[in-house]
């Protein structure tokens, strides 16, 4: 079983930051990519950005250049550094990990941001 441990959601101003970890437990599989997906009430959840164990990023348009992705992966731990944050980053972010082969993922619980206006 693999369990993925989030921290570091809460309440921020506008224009403020916050630094989301997750942390992967128990017998956990080979890993090659780690990412954060997020829903806001009454929408779908979304993509927000993954990162490779060779360190490829990807990030969705909306956070390009305000989010920066990052991973210690003898910790199996990624971050996401949010900066810049608006209203329209209010969501449940959601930890995920993913292995090589299809059908390993694993999810974290979901960890609420909410940013003030």
């Known amino acids: 079983q693999v369990q993925l441990v989030e921290s570091g959601g809460g309440l921020v101003q506008a224009e403020g930051s916050l630094r989301l970890s997750c942390a992967a437990a128990?017998?956990?599989?080979?890993?090659?990519?780690m990412g954060w997906y997020r829903q806001a009430p009454g929408k779908q959840r979304e993509l927000v950005a993954t990162i490779t164990r060779g360190g490829t990023t990807n990030y969705a348009d909306s956070v390009k250049g305000r989010f920066t992705i990052s991973r210690e992966n003898a910790k199996d731990t990624v971050y996401l550094h949010m900066n810049s944050l608006t209203p329209e980053d209010t969501a449940v972010y959601y930890c995920?990990?993913?292995?090589?082969?299809?059908?390993?993922?694993?999810w974290g619980q979901g960890t609420q941001v909410t940013v003030l206006s």
């Open positions: 128990g017998s956990v599989f080979v890993i090659n990519a």
């Open positions: 995920n990990a993913r292995g090589y082969y299809s059908g390993y993922v694993a």
